[in-house]
């Protein structure tokens, strides 16, 4: 557990790493290419970290990781939950590309289910509705132009730019398509938004 860097958590908690997606903007496989750890899935030495943060925080899960995919064991997932239930104080954020896959587990209410999309997914924004925890949307990197779409009973819509080696950059029409009353821009999407207004 450590104090991150991404703008919208105090805390990333990584008690499983690795993922099966292969999408190629992945900076999670580029991590652990560098620091030699496999990327296969495998659950971390990270299990207890959230019992020794003191002050109340907002702590992501699973940033090396999509704790939902498909080949993630139930079991992982539930001793996670358990985890999230026994430290109320804290939010945990979930983030996933297979969000319908929430529909399997039961959540505290300390915790915030979302789903990542990099165009628009009436398949995967829908998997969150229903569900009595509140909801977000990560749109990183964006790709595409939301127009006409959305995010209805979302609570939260994040929006990010591709970053690294040949990083897509985002147009204007796209960031000003994305409509919702509470979106938060990503530091590495300001640059853009500053330089599209000069």
């Given amino acids: 557990m ?3 860097k ?20 992945c900076y999670a496989r580029t991590w652990a290419k560098r ?8 659950k971390s030495k990270d299990w207890r970290k959230p019992y020794k943060i003191k002050e ?4 992501f899960v699973c940033s090396l990781a999509d704790l939902f995919g498909d080949w993630v064991p139930a079991e992982w997932i539930d001793d996670v939950i358990k985890i999230c239930c026994e430290n109320p104080k804290h939010t945990f954020m979930f983030l996933t590309k297979n969000p319908k896959r929430y529909r399997e587990f039961e959540f505290p209410n300390n915790c915030m289910l979302g789903a990542t999309i990099t165009k628009p997914s ?6 969150l509705y229903g569900h009595s925890n509140q909801t977000f949307i990560s749109i990183e990197p964006l790709l595409g132009d939301f ?5 209805t009973d979302i609570d939260l819509v994040i929006v990010g730019a591709m970053t690294g080696p040949g990083a ?13 009353p509470n979106i938060f821009y990503k530091e590495n999407i300001k640059k853009y938004m500053e330089e599209f207004n000069d």
């Fill in 122 to 127: 009436n398949d995967k924004i829908g998997s």
């Fill in 147 to 151: 127009t006409g779409h959305e995010f």
């Fill in 2 to 4: 450590v104090k991150t």
């Fill in 56 to 59: 109340q925080s907002t702590i």
């Fill in 6 to 25: 991404i703008d919208w958590a105090d805390y990333t908690w990584n008690p499983v790493i690795g993922c099966k997606h292969g999408c190629p903007y």
């Fill in 35 to 42: 620091s030699g750890q496999s990327f296969e899935p495998h």
């Fill in 168 to 180: 897509i950059k985002p147009k204007k029409e796209w960031i000003d398509s994305i409509k919702h």
